[in-house]
Nanobody, 121 residues
Framework: QVQLVESGGGSVQAGGSLRLSCAAS?????MAWFRQAPGKEREGVAA???????YYADSVKGRFTISQDNAENTMYLQMNSLKPEDDGVYYC??????????????????WGQGTQVTVSS
């Protein structure tokens, strides 16, 4: 069983930056960030496989950067140039299984509790 603990959410004005962290208690092969806005489905934001290969949703490319600390098994999401449409609860997800389709939430077994990101215009 892997536990995921998120931190780093908060409120920021449009154009600002936030950094999210997700600490994993055990081995994970792929980790990802999802977000869910009120009344909308949960969507994939970014993922990292094998601590090296990264994937991004088109809406965040060039603004968000996903990374992973090898020593501490902690994943980060650096979010720059934030927009009001980035608003939502951000969830950390992880899986120990190799596979593609990083953006499908059903491909991940472990989930964090979520952290709120609020972007004001």
């Amino acid at each position: 069983q892997v536990q995921l603990v998120e931190s780093g959410g908060g409120s920021v004005q449009a154009g600002g930056s936030l950094r999210l962290s997700c600490a994993a208690s055990g081995y994970t092969y792929k980790m990802a960030w999802f977000r869910q806005a009120p009344g909308k489905e949960r969507e994939g934001v970014a993922a990292i496989y094998g601590k090296i290969n990264t994937y991004y949703a088109d809406s965040v490319k060039g603004r968000f950067t996903i990374s992973q600390d090898n020593a501490e098994n902690t994943m980060y999401l650096q979010m720059n140039s934030l927009k009001p449409e980035d608003d939502g609860v951000y969830y950390c997800a992880a899986s120990q299984i190799v596979g593609d389709t990083w953006y499908l939430s059903r491909k991940y077994k472990y989930w964090g509790q979520g952290t709120q990101v609020t972007v004001s215009s």
